[in-house]
C-alpha cells in the first residue's frame, strides 16, 4: 500500500457507496510515512479546540496517498452532519471563475471573461447600475478574487431590517449605504471582502443562466461525488425577482469526508479521476501570490493561502497551500506529500492566525 502514488488516480466511491478508503493495520499508517502516536495527538489537540458546550459539528481527518488515515468527530453523528466550511467556500467560487473562463473561451457562455475582465459591465452585472463609485467601473475579476477591488472589507451586513444581498452587494442598498463607495481605488490595496466575492453571485445567472450555488453543485460538486450539500437559508432577504441566492464568499455546509473530496481536487491539479474539472492553468494560477504591494498581510492567491514563499511555514514544502475560513475551519493541502489535513468548527475566535500557525505547525509532527 505505501507504494500507492499519484499515478494510479485513485478515486474514492461517492459515500453512499463506501467513500474513502482506509488502512486495514496500523502497520499501513506507518508504511505511509506517518507518525501513529504524533496523529493520534494532533487529532486530539483539534478537537479539544472547541467552544464550550458548543452543539456545531467538529471533526478532524487526515488523507495521505488517498487512504483515509485519521478521523474523529465531536458526536458520532457528526460524520453524516453538513457543517460549516465558512470561507472555504470562496476556494470554490475561484474555481468556479475558472470554469468560466474556460467556457467562455469555448463558446459554451455568451461572454468570454478572464482575470482582466471588468465586472461592472450592464451586461453582467445589470443590478450595479447605475454604479454607486464611478471607480467600481475599474474593478476586474482577479481584484475580486484577490481581495484588491477596494469594496468594503469584513465584516458585512448578511441580515437586518431592509437588508437585501442583491443592493448591498452592488451599492445600492439605502439602508446600508457603506457598500456603495470604494475603501481604496481598485488594485491599490488590500482589504479581506465578502461583499467582494459576493459579486460573483450576482454575475452568475447572466452568465451561465444558473444561479451561482446551481453552478457549483453542477460544475465542482457533483462531479466530485458530493451528493447532499446544504446551503444557506437567509430568508426573504436573498430573493430577487423570485429567485434565491447564495452568497458566493462561503460554501455550502459539507461533511469532513466531502470537504476532503474538495480538497483531494485540489491536489490532483483540477483533475478528478479522468476527468478534468477545473482548467490545470487556473489551478497553478491559484497558487501563486498576487500581492498588490506591502500593505497586503498575508500571501494570498486566487481564493486561498499560499506557501510559495514560505509565509505559511518554514516547515512545510513551498508547494503547500491552505484554505481557511472564519469558526476555525482548515484545510491543508500538500500535494507532493499527497497529504490533506482537514479541521471543522464553529469556535469563536479573533485569534485564528495565531491558531493557524500552530495547527500548521503541529502538522508537520505527524510525518515520519
Known amino acids: 500500500m505505501a507504494g500507492d502514488t499519484m499515478s494510479t488516480f485513485y478515486v474514492p466511491p ?19 510515512g506517518l507518525d501513529i502516536e504524533s496523529l493520534q495527538g494532533f487529532a486530539e489537540w483539534n478537537m479539544s479546540i472547541q467552544d464550550p458546550g458548543a452543539e456545531a459539528p467538529s471533526s478532524f481527518l487526515v488523507i495521505k496517498n488517498g487512504w483515509l488515515v485519521g478521523e474523529q468527530y ?34 459554451r457562455m455568451p461572454f468570454q471573461v478572464d482575470l482582466e475582465t471588468p465586472v461592472y459591465d450592464s451586461r453582467y452585472l445589470p443590478e450595479g447600475f447605475p454604479v454607486s463609485d464611478p471607480r467600481k467601473e475599474l474593478i476586474t475579476l ?17 441580515r437586518g431590517s431592509g437588508f437585501s444581498f442583491i443592493d448591498y452587494t452592488v451599492g445600492q442598498s439605502k439602508a446600508y449605504p457603506d457598500s456603495q463607495r470604494l475603501i481604496f481605488d481598485p488594485g491599490t490595496s488590500y482589504g479581506y471582502s465578502n461583499v467582494g ?30 451528493e447532499k450539500p446544504k446551503w444557506y437559508e437567509g430568508g426573504a432577504a436573498y430573493l430577487w425577482h423570485g429567485k434565491t441566492y447564495e452568497p458566493s464568499c462561503s460554501g455550502p455546509d459539507l461533511t469532513a469526508r466531502d470537504l476532503a473530496r474538495f480538497a483531494y481536487l485540489l491536489l490532483r491539479n483540477g483533475c478528478y479521476g479522468d476527468r478534468q474539472i477545473v482548467p490545470s492553468w487556473y489551478i497553478t494560477e491559484m497558487k501563486k501570490v498576487h500581492r498588490m504591494n506591502e500593505d497586503q498581510p498575508d500571501d494570498y492567491g486566487l481564493g486561498l493561502y499560499t506557501n510559495v514563499n514560505g509565509a505559511l511555514s518554514s516547515f512545510l514544502p513551498k508547494e503547500a497551500f491552505v484554505l481557511t475560513g472564519a469558526g476555525l475551519n482548515i484545510v491543508l493541502i500538500v500535494p507532493g506529500l499527497e497529504l490533506i489535513v482537514v479541521r471543522m ?9 495565531p491558531f493557524l500557525q ?11
Not at 345 to 353: D, E
Open 74 to 107: 465531536n458526536r458520532p453523528e457528526t460524520r453524516f452532519t453538513p457543517g460549516w466550511i465558512a470561507s472555504i467556500g470562496k476556494s470554490m467560487s475561484s474555481c468556479i471563475v475558472g470554469r468560466w473562463m474556460e467556457a467562455g473561451a469555448e463558446g
Open 197 to 226: 466575492y459576493n459579486h460573483l453571485a450576482v454575475m452568475s445567472p447572466h452568465l451561465t443562466g444558473m444561479l451561482f450555488h446551481e453552478n457549483i453543485e453542477r460544475e465542482l460538486l457533483s462531479p466530485i461525488g458530493i
Open 358 to 368: 500552530k495547527f500548521l505547525d503541529k502538522s508537520v509532527t505527524i510525518l515520519r
Open 345 to 353: 468548527s464553529r469556535v469563536t475566535s479573533i485569534h485564528s492566525k
Open 142 to 158: 482577479s481584484h475580486i478574487l484577490t481581495h484588491t477591488s477596494g469594496l468594503k472589507p469584513s465584516p458585512e451586513v448578511f
Open 14 to 32: 461517492n459515500e453512499s457507496e463506501g467513500g474513502w478508503r482506509e488502512p486495514v493495520h496500523r502497520d499501513d499508517i506507518a508504511g505511509l
